[in-house]
């Protein structure tokens, strides 16, 4: 009886999990120098052709500090928030981690905008 309930208790525990992609590289003409970014994919995306996005500014804290990856899983499972896609877009230089260039991009950057809009968004 105890391994039954233990089972059970576990198994409520247990929900989808969406995938993150590994760091895709984009090489912008408009801000003249590569990014990276990650895409967090719900659980299920195959089976749907459209989903909201959303675009998470200095991506890599959201991911390693804030753990938002596991934190959409869990919204999403517990039928807080409707699936979504996210991108998380690192402000550092990829060939030198060190170098991060948030504020070139976030101060009154129109180019960072127009990076937004012209090349990131379609990809």
Request: proline share 5%; hydrophobic share 40%; charged share 25%.
């Amino acid at each position: 009886m105890i391994r039954i309930l233990t089972l059970l208790l576990f198994s409520t525990c247990v929900f989808a999990e969406g995938t993150l992609t590994d760091n895709i590289s984009i090489a912008s003409k408009v801000l003249g120098y590569d990014l990276q970014y990650r895409i967090y994919l719900p659980a299920g995306h195959e089976a749907r052709n459209e989903f909201p996005v959303m675009f998470l500014t200095d991506g890599h804290n959201y991911l390693r500090r804030g753990n938002m990856d596991m934190v959409l899983n869990d919204l999403i499972d517990t039928n807080q928030i409707e699936p979504v896609i996210a991108v998380f877009v690192d402000p550092r230089n990829p060939d030198n981690l060190k170098d991060n260039r948030r504020r070139r991009q976030f101060l009154c950057n129109e180019d960072y905008l127009i990076f937004y809009i012209e090349e990131l968004i379609p990809a």
